[in-house]
């Protein structure tokens, strides 16, 4: 199976920042990656698939890079809705798997 | 509209068994690959099973022998039944799309809102 470290686990930020999050796969995934936002009591959201694909109605603050095994979301600039938990998700192969999350707070 | 809404959680005592169900709108289920998720409280997403589109399924280790992910084309409706339940299954289960192409994998773009299981005596 891929195992997906994230990091950090959780990160203080002010709004305006730019915030950075990684994601290291225990093995190749090509750019087979996406990044989801989950915010208190909702179900996740697709931000970006395939590494660096926007989706659809998703903020150009937000993009994705990375290929293989080391893998970035970056905002842009921090508002006041994306304060959430943050996950990677290797689409490679079964069984998916997802990273630890990462809590982004108000500073 | 494309959507998914689950439904079937509740509370059920270790040892026993539960269906949860996952009706879709505005896509047809068979012809996609569709993934259970769930989510244990306070702790990160949890990938337990997928049924692709020729029927064939795949399951978490945590849930091999007593999930079984399953769907029924004339209703657009995804099921995973659940047995043997154990404390460590309590979580809210999401139900999503798993998006593909001749090019390969997109990872899951629409899920349903949840239904929550709770194992407890």
């Known amino acids: 199976d891929i195992q997906m470290t994230q990091s950090p686990s959780s990160l203080s930020a002010s709004v305006g920042d730019r915030v950075t999050i990684t994601c290291r796969a225990s093995?190749?995934?090509?750019?087979?990656l996406g990044w989801y936002q989950q915010k208190p009591g909702k179900a996740p959201k697709r931000l970006i698939y395939?590494?660096?694909s926007l989706q659809s109605g998703v903020p150009l603050r937000f993009s994705g890079s990375g290929s293989g095994t080391e893998f970035t979301l970056t905002i842009s600039s921090l508002q006041p809705e994306d304060f959430a938990t943050y996950y990677c998700?290797?689409?490679?192969?079964?069984?998916?798997?997802f990273g630890q999350g990462t809590k982004v707070e108000i500073k | 509209e494309v959507q998914l809404v689950e439904s079937g959680g509740g509370l059920i005592q270790p040892g026993g068994s539960l269906r949860l169900s996952c009706a879709a709108s505005?896509?047809?289920?068979?012809?996609?690959?569709m993934s259970w998720v769930r989510q244990a409280p306070g702790k990160g997403l949890e990938w337990v099973s997928v049924?692709?589109?020729?029927?064939?399924?795949y399951y978490a280790d945590s849930v091999k022998g007593r999930f079984a992910i399953s769907r029924d084309n004339s209703k657009n409706t995804v099921y995973l039944q659940m047995d043997s339940l154990r404390a460590g299954d309590t979580a809210v289960y999401y139900c999503?799309?798993?998006?593909?192409?001749?090019?390969?994998?997109?990872?899951?773009?629409?899920w349903g809102q949840g239904t929550t299981v709770t194992v407890s005596s």
């Open positions: 998700l290797q689409h490679n192969s079964f069984p998916r798997t």
């Open positions: 999503a799309r798993d998006t593909f192409d001749h090019s390969g994998f997109y990872g899951m773009d629409i």
């Open positions: 505005g896509f047809s289920v068979s012809y996609n690959y």
């Open positions: 093995q190749g995934i090509r750019n087979d």
């Open positions: 395939a590494a660096f």
């Open positions: 049924i692709n589109s020729g029927g064939g399924t």
